[in-house]
């Protein structure tokens, strides 16, 4: 029989194959919004040369596995795409120097996929170094005064991409964002668990009510154009790409790590609170941080974006209190299956620009207020000199640096993104200012909110 505490199911085969099959479906609906909404997203910056929806989901699924069994099947994590990287993906599309000159927004795609492969071989050498010297030690050198404004800058920098989708056509993303918002603070439920998702639907079914009316956006065009769904096959494999490598890509993608990482200990920190286990110890935070910088770097490897424990996934946890990671895998598998089917990735492909606008209002914003968050539990103090010189330097340059800063290496030229400048400005100073008192641990609301998750549950 199930390991049964306090109404929690830790063996999920107790309640037989049709209700497990069901509480997986659960966990696929409440990643699914989130995942296809970054692909959406970044082919926004591409000009419609961006990531595959079906590569997406693909890569969710194996990237899921993969840190499965890397955390020894003890994590009941999902891993879906990460929004930290949004930036990154803008700022690769807009490179035009170097070797980016002249380059289509389809060649440069590779590049970024580039970029994030190193940013997820940096979760390795993190994993290999708090394997050999604890992870007390190591978040001194990560504490959230350098964390918490390199997120703030993170959702700041993609304000204007926000309100320029938006502009499209005003009254659709209004929809779409007092969707998400009326879903996010009184939905009910599962509801309550996929308001991103709830936004895209409920707004869709507006978009399809103005288009026929003969309602068009703000430039004369058409709100929606099925024609890419006609044309699309039921069964067909994801559009997979090589990645490609550049240092001025690598420079752009790899610094976002940084933030990205603390997301992962929060996420697992959080996970550790709902389930009643303690993963960080076992089967350990090296381990867990082994499986997502693979699953990321294979995803990036193969056109896929950066893979992130999901929060969302925890607040089903929490709904369900049902823990055994099996039921996970089922939403992994889920995930590669629809991976090949193209014509949904074609009704996507279909979303208005106003929607993807109205989300990402509340989504850019919300990363940026993550970023307060980060800050306020884990108690800053922000009276000491030392703390506030270090967030106002990271906050200038990270927005202060709106074309970057180029230079040559070498013979090579090379970028650095204003994200870039300011995480290694943010961790020098760390380390060359003294007073640094930070001890991961200590804190353990704060520790959950380390990172970009969107989730709210298991904080206390």
Same mark, same amino acid.
């Given at each position: 029989?199930? %390991?049964?505490?306090?109404?929690?199911?830790?063996?999920?085969?107790? +309640?037989?194959?049709?209700? /497990?099959?069901?509480?997986?479906?659960?966990? /696929?609906?409440? $990643?699914?919004?989130?995942?296809?909404?970054?692909?959406?997203?970044?082919?926004?910056?591409?000009?419609?040369?961006?990531?595959?929806?079906?590569?997406?989901?693909?890569?969710?699924?194996?990237?899921?596995?993969?840190?499965?069994? =890397?955390?020894?099947?003890?994590?009941?994590?999902?891993? &879906?795409?990460?929004?930290?990287?949004?930036? &990154?993906?803008?700022?690769?599309?807009?490179? %035009?120097?170097?070797?980016?000159?002249? $380059?289509?927004?389809?060649?440069?795609?590779?590049?970024?996929?580039?970029?994030?492969?190193?940013?997820?071989?940096?979760?390795?050498?993190?994993?290999?170094?708090?394997?050999?010297?604890?992870?007390?030690?190591?978040?001194?050198?990560?504490?959230?005064?350098?964390?918490?404004?390199?997120?703030? =800058?993170?959702?700041?920098? +993609?304000?204007?991409?926000?309100?320029?989708?938006?502009?499209? =056509?005003?009254?659709?993303?209004?929809?779409?964002?007092?969707?998400? $918002?009326?879903?996010?603070?009184?939905?009910?439920?599962?509801?309550?668990?996929?308001?991103?998702?709830?936004?895209?639907?409920?707004?869709?079914?507006?978009?399809? *009510?103005?288009?026929?009316?003969?309602?068009?956006?703000?430039?004369?065009?058409?709100?929606?154009?099925?024609?890419?769904?006609? @044309?699309?096959?039921?069964?067909?494999?994801?559009?997979?790409?090589?990645?490609?490598?550049?240092?001025?890509?690598?420079?752009?993608?790899?610094?976002?790590?940084?933030?990205?990482?603390?997301?992962?200990?929060?996420?697992?920190?959080?996970?550790?609170?709902?389930?009643?286990?303690?993963?960080?110890?076992?089967?350990?935070?090296?381990?867990?941080?082994? &499986?997502?910088?693979?699953?990321?770097?294979?995803?990036?490897?193969?056109?896929?974006?950066?893979?992130?424990?999901?929060?969302?996934?925890?607040?089903?946890?929490?709904?369900?209190?049902?823990?055994?990671?099996?039921?996970?895998?089922?939403?992994?598998?889920?995930?590669?299956?629809?991976?090949? *089917?193209?014509?949904?990735?074609?009704?996507?492909?279909?979303?208005?620009?106003?929607?993807?606008?109205?989300?990402?209002?509340?989504?850019?914003?919300?990363?940026?207020? *993550?970023?307060?968050? @980060?800050?306020?539990?884990?108690?800053?103090?922000?009276?000491?000199?030392?703390?506030?010189?270090?967030?106002?330097?990271?906050?200038? =340059?990270?927005?202060?640096?709106?074309?970057?800063?180029?230079?040559?290496?070498? &013979?090579?030229?090379?970028?650095?993104?204003?994200?870039?400048?300011?995480?290694?400005?943010?961790?020098?100073?760390?380390?060359?200012?003294?007073?640094?008192?930070?001890?991961?641990?200590?804190?353990?609301?704060?520790?959950?909110?380390?990172?970009?998750?969107? %989730?709210? @549950?298991?904080?206390?």
């Amino acid at each position: 029989m199930a %390991n049964q505490e306090q109404g929690a199911i830790r063996d999920a085969k107790q +309640l037989g194959m049709g209700k /497990m099959a069901v509480l997986g479906l659960q966990h /696929m609906f409440a $990643m699914f919004g989130a995942t296809i909404l970054v692909p959406i997203l970044v082919n926004g910056y591409f000009k419609g040369e961006g990531l595959s929806v079906q590569v997406t989901l693909f890569f969710a699924g194996v990237g899921t596995l993969i840190f499965h069994l =890397c955390s020894k099947f003890k994590v009941p994590a999902f891993l &879906g795409s990460s929004f930290a990287f949004l930036g &990154g993906f803008a700022t690769v599309a807009e490179l %035009n120097t170097g070797r980016f000159a002249g $380059m289509s927004y389809g060649e440069k795609l590779p590049y970024a996929c580039g970029g994030i492969v190193v940013a997820g071989l940096l979760y390795l050498v993190l994993a290999l170094i708090i394997k050999l010297v604890g992870v007390k030690k190591v978040m001194r050198f990560l504490p959230p005064v350098v964390t918490g404004p390199i997120i703030i =800058c993170i959702g700041l920098s +993609l304000a204007p991409s926000a309100v320029s989708n938006a502009s499209a =056509c005003w009254p659709l993303a209004l929809i779409a964002l007092v969707t998400v $918002m009326v879903f996010n603070l009184w939905g009910k439920g599962m509801f309550r668990i996929i308001p991103i998702l709830m936004g895209v639907v409920i707004s869709y079914i507006f978009a399809l *009510i103005f288009s026929a009316a003969g309602i068009t956006n703000a430039d004369g065009s058409a709100v929606l154009n099925f024609a890419p769904i006609a @044309n699309a096959g039921w069964v067909g494999f994801p559009d997979f790409i090589i990645a490609k490598f550049d240092i001025s890509a690598i420079l752009v993608m790899a610094p976002i790590a940084i933030a990205t990482m603390m997301e992962h200990v929060g996420d697992i920190s959080a996970i550790s609170a709902t389930t009643g286990e303690n993963f960080i110890a076992d089967p350990g935070l090296h381990r867990t941080l082994l &499986g997502d910088g693979l699953a990321t770097s294979i995803a990036a490897l193969f056109g896929g974006p950066a893979n992130t424990t999901y929060g969302e996934n925890t607040g089903v946890l929490e709904l369900s209190k049902v823990y055994d990671p099996s039921v996970i895998r089922l939403a992994a598998v889920y995930a590669i299956v629809l991976g090949f *089917i193209p014509k949904l990735s074609q009704v996507f492909g279909t979303m208005p620009t106003a929607i993807i606008g109205g989300i990402s209002f509340i989504l850019y914003g919300m990363i940026s207020a *993550i970023g307060v968050r @980060n800050v306020v539990e884990n108690k800053v103090d922000f009276t000491k000199s030392r703390n506030l010189i270090i967030a106002a330097v990271i906050l200038v =340059c990270g927005l202060g640096f709106s074309d970057g800063l180029s230079f040559t290496l070498g &013979g090579t030229q090379i970028t650095l993104t204003a994200l870039a400048i300011a995480a290694i400005a943010g961790v020098l100073l760390n380390i060359i200012l003294p007073g640094n008192d930070y001890q991961f641990g200590e804190n353990h609301k704060g520790d959950i909110n380390r990172g970009l998750s969107m %989730n709210t @549950n298991g904080e206390d």
